[in-house]
């Protein structure tokens, strides 16, 4: 019913730049909140930021003033700025969003997944 597109992940050089999409699609009514995560080799997910509808955000420490996320509501999209990236951003990123459908509020959908390699 909702899918989550993702795009943008590739290799980058440290200390260089990449943004990702996160587009919604599907009988959607509203997306309360948005979050971008992460997930590294034998490591737990995190939650790198997130944005509500009403434009309240949030960031894991290790990606203040690094990372930015954006929302654009009217097409149910989100993007992160990453910014001066290191070896430590290398994983496997995830989107994330809490939908009010025609049919449920609340449900939570995932996107594919991309992955962020970065080195020299």
């Known amino acids: 019913q909702v899918q989550l597109v993702v795009s943008g992940g590739g290799f980058v050089q440290p200390g260089g730049s990449l943004r990702l999409s996160c587009v919604a699609r599907g009988s959607i009514r509203s997306i309360y909140v948005m979050s971008w995560l992460r997930q590294a080799p034998g490591q737990e997910r995190e939650v790198i930021a997130t944005?509500?509808?009403?434009?309240?955000?949030y960031y894991l420490d290790s990606v203040k003033g690094r990372f930015t996320i954006s929302r654009d509501n009217a097409q149910n999209t989100a993007g992160l700025q990453m910014n001066e990236l290191g070896p430590y951003d290398k994983a496997v990123y995830f989107c994330?969003?809490?939908?009010?459908?025609?049919?449920?509020?609340?449900?939570?959908?995932w996107g594919q997944g991309t992955q962020v390699t970065v080195s020299s």
């Open positions: 994330n969003a809490q939908v009010a459908t025609h049919e449920a509020v609340g449900e939570e959908y």
């Open positions: 944005m509500t509808n009403g434009g309240r955000k």
